[in-house]
């Protein structure tokens, strides 16, 4: 499932579309996590696209008279193709922008079809699918004080703690890993236990994660690729995730795997206490 840095570089890699204005729109299915609505070319028509931002793990692409609200699901992609580029198997919705002497091809291709491509014409961030999201993990909102007044009280464990979006946005499975493993905190530990001083420093270790994941182009282990069908390669620096009884990068110490949440979660049994 793409995390914030997959959906932070598809965003980045969409900006090229920005000040573009809707000459068509194709659906050829439907039928995503929710329905697409099926006036959306009529609605998109002659619409220039003024911006594009991001909460969390979806991007919102802002028009004159509203927005898209785009999440990736479990297998979603987005590239930019030419008209000469005919779609293939699984590219569901295509939104042609009329880019002055060319045209560009906003692709959307989802396999499973767990992704949602919304329309609204109210405050995106109103929305229910974004009103109750915690603060972004590289804003000066998500601090160790924020954090540990969330933690200081909950018996669930760090890594769920971390992973909730109503705690903190986009820490999933796979960068959750990888911040307990540089704050030296095992995912198994009861959040409540945690203390203030590893709570700075799980928080800092959480932002230079992400922020170096993205600057890595996210992190490409089954089908994620950029807009421009380039793969992330943050996977290469993975120090714990998908590593189990591999050595360790600090002590050579076998890589764990135990189970949390249903997911499957890594760490070093020495480095991490």
């Known amino acids: 499932m793409?995390?914030?840095?997959e959906v932070e570089v598809t965003r980045l890699g969409l900006t090229p579309l920005i000040s573009g204005k809707v000459c068509d729109v194709k659906i050829r299915n439907h039928s995503l996590r929710w329905p697409v609505n099926s006036n959306l070319k009529t609605i998109l028509k002659s619409q220039e696209l003024k911006s594009l931002s991001r909460r969390g793990k979806y991007i919102l692409a802002a028009f004159s008279s509203g927005y898209l609200i785009i999440h990736?699901?479990?297998?979603?992609?987005?590239s930019i193709a030419s008209e000469k580029k005919e779609p293939?198997?699984?590219?569901?919705?295509?939104?042609?922008?009329?880019?002055?002497?060319?045209?560009?091809?906003?692709?959307?291709n989802d396999t499973r079809r767990f992704g949602a491509i919304i329309?609204?014409?109210?405050?995106?961030f109103k929305h229910k699918l974004l009103s109750s999201l915690g603060p972004e993990p590289l804003s000066d909102?998500?601090?160790?004080?924020?954090?540990?007044?969330?933690?200081?009280?909950?018996?669930?464990?760090?890594?769920?703690?971390?992973?909730d979006s109503n705690v903190v946005v986009g820490v999933g499975n796979i960068y959750a890993s990888e911040s307990l493993f540089l704050a030296g905190i095992k995912p198994q530990r009861k959040s409540q236990k945690?203390?203030?001083?590893?709570?700075?420093?799980?928080?800092?270790?959480?932002?230079i994660v992400i922020q170096s994941a993205i600057k890595k182009g996210g992190s490409t282990l089954n089908d994620f690729y950029s807009v421009n069908g380039q793969s992330g390669y943050f996977q290469n620096e993975h120090k714990v995730y998908a590593r189990e009884n591999q050595p360790c990068t600090n002590c050579d110490e076998?890589?764990?795997?135990?189970?949390?949440?249903?997911?499957?979660?890594f760490y070093c049994n020495k480095c991490q206490v």
């Open 119 to 124: 329309w609204t014409d109210e405050d995106p």
């Open 2 to 5: 793409p995390e914030l840095p």
């Open 141 to 163: 909102q998500f601090n160790a004080s924020y954090l540990y007044e969330k933690v200081k009280r909950k018996k669930q464990l760090i890594k769920s703690t971390i992973m």
């Open 194 to 207: 945690i203390k203030k001083k590893e709570i700075e420093v799980l928080v800092r270790s959480i932002k």
């Open 72 to 78: 990736l699901g479990m297998s979603g992609k987005i």
């Open 88 to 108: 293939i198997k699984h590219d569901h919705i295509d939104i042609y922008f009329n880019m002055g002497k060319s045209k560009k091809i906003f692709r959307y």
């Open 254 to 265: 076998k890589i764990s795997q135990i189970r949390i949440s249903q997911r499957s979660s």
